[in-house]
């Protein structure tokens, strides 16, 4: 499959495709056949350039990517760009993640897709947790990427903590017993990985 995918570094960090990003896009291509999504509700939170949602289009779901202001006029052209190669309709939809959800037109996807900084602050990632257990419900399945970082800058102690705060606060919301995860070692050091996770009637934490 080939897509045409705009980046526009100039106006925010996450106007590009990350390796994240693609790696998922293309972990989409090689999992899933159209007949798995044929007809699926999907949404892309903090879509970026919003190439996974598109491919998850091209498969036979129907998309929203849902990002910041600023970025939703590039998600409208990558829209536009492939639209030839779209067999389900793709809304775009800003995206605060604090703020309200409504207008996403959706109580519980049966897709929730998303690249995740695990190293960001606690704040950020509470944010993040809320807003998929507010669009997703029993039977949702979230797919997740993040990159596991080789730097210099922190001590690897620090980075493996926050890894582990990541994982127990996906433990705490969503069943981990059911989920796969694929890790893909990049060229930089770094490794990438995608973790398909099921939503439960047991995994409600944030929301009681």
């Not at 080789?150 to 926050?162: M, R």
Request: net charge negative; with cysteine.
């Amino acid at each position: 499959m080939t897509f045409e995918i705009q980046e526009q570094k100039e106006i925010s960090n996450r106007a590009y495709v990350s390796d994240v990003e693609e790696t998922m896009a293309q972990h989409i291509i090689d999992v899933y056949k159209p007949s798995d999504l044929k007809g699926k509700k999907v949404v892309q939170l903090g879509s970026g350039c919003g190439l996974a949602g598109i491919v998850m289009s091209r498969l036979g779901c129907t998309v929203i990517l849902a990002e910041r202001d600023e970025l939703v006029p590039l998600l409208n052209t990558n829209v536009s760009q492939n639209d030839h190669n779209l067999t389900q309709p793709i809304y775009v939809h800003p995206l605060q993640w604090n703020g309200p959800i409504d207008h996403l037109n959706c109580r519980a996807f049966d897709y929730l897709l998303i690249v995740v900084d695990i190293y960001s602050n606690d704040s950020e990632m509470e944010n993040v947790m809320h807003t998929l257990l507010q669009l997703s419900g029993n039977g949702s399945r979230l797919l997740l990427g993040y990159k596991r970082l080789v730097s210099h800058d922190y001590k690897p102690e620090f980075l493996q903590a926050k890894e582990k705060i990541f994982i127990d606060a996906l433990g705490q919301n969503f069943c981990l017993r059911q989920s796969f995860t694929r890790r893909y070692d990049m060229d930089d050091g770094n490794t990438v990985f995608i973790i398909e996770i099921l939503r439960t009637p047991f995994s409600s934490y944030l929301l009681r």
